[in-house]
């Protein structure tokens, strides 16, 4: 069965600073990526996934994340970070379409940025 | 499009008491799933459909039922409502050639 774990529950920044957050997964065949991102209250907006092809991926609001097969890794990194960036970010890998499009979550890291 | 849309968005039951939670999406998703979210564990799987009359069990589905006589609504009801159900449920859809899952706002339930 497919995992994911997220090592750190929280990680604080400074604004302007910039961030990784680390994602690991568990996965037999090569794996569908995602990184989604919730705000307090609020429900989850996708900011970037991998499906296959270039490692290095691009999302929206500046992050991106590369996947390292050999690290079984897909971290989000983004170079500056903002105030605004303050969530808590969910790390989630997919099984494939004859299995229904499940995605198995990480327990999710806690981003707060000082100022 | 409204997008994936879910009702209500707080609730609070007593012990025992059933209730549906509504989940509706307008862009003719084959895919449809429900997940709870509960602190420091991320979000786990109850149910899903991959169309309209099949579904099937998630990671966490004692407790609750579903059902997909359309393509659009996606229905999760609880029997009989447990304080261990207190959560905050998401709604999400998808084609069926893609993963990409769209979350609706989610609702949060409160079980005394």
């Known amino acids: 069965a497919q995992s994911v774990t997220q090592p750190d529950i929280h990680i604080t920044v400074s604004e302007g600073a910039s961030l990784e957050l680390r994602c690991n997964y568990s996965?037999?065949?090569?794996?569908?990526l995602f990184w989604y991102v919730q705000s307090p209250g609020q429900g989850l907006q996708l900011l970037l996934k991998?499906?296959?092809?270039?490692?290095l991926v691009q999302g929206i609001k500046g992050f991106e994340a590369e996947f390292k097969r050999s690290q079984s890794s897909f971290n989000l990194r983004k170079p500056s970070v903002h105030w605004s960036d303050a969530a808590e970010y969910f790390c989630?890998?997919?099984?494939?379409?004859?299995?229904?499009?499940?995605?198995?979550f990480g327990a999710g890291t806690i981003l707060r940025v000082k100022s | 499009n409204a997008g994936v849309t879910q009702t209500p968005k707080f609730q609070v039951l007593k012990t025992g008491q059933s209730m549906t939670l509504q989940c509706a999406q307008d862009?003719?998703?084959?895919?449809m799933s429900w997940y709870r979210q509960d602190p420091g564990m991320g979000l786990r799987l109850i149910h899903y459909?991959?169309?309209?009359?099949?579904?099937d069990q998630g990671e966490v589905p004692n407790g609750y039922n579903v059902s997909r006589s359309t393509t659009e609504d996606f229905p999760l009801r609880l029997l009989s409502a447990a304080p261990s159900q207190t959560s905050v449920y998401f709604c999400?859809?998808?084609?069926?050639?893609?993963?990409?899952?769209?979350f609706g706002p989610g609702t949060r339930l409160t079980v005394l």
């Open positions: 459909s991959v169309g309209a009359g099949i579904t």
């Open positions: 991998y499906f296959s092809g270039d490692t």
């Open positions: 989630a890998v997919g099984q494939p379409m004859e299995y229904g499009n499940k995605l198995v």
């Open positions: 996965y037999g065949a090569t794996p569908y």
């Open positions: 862009m003719n998703h084959e895919y």
């Open positions: 999400a859809s998808s084609y069926a050639g893609a993963n990409e899952q769209f």
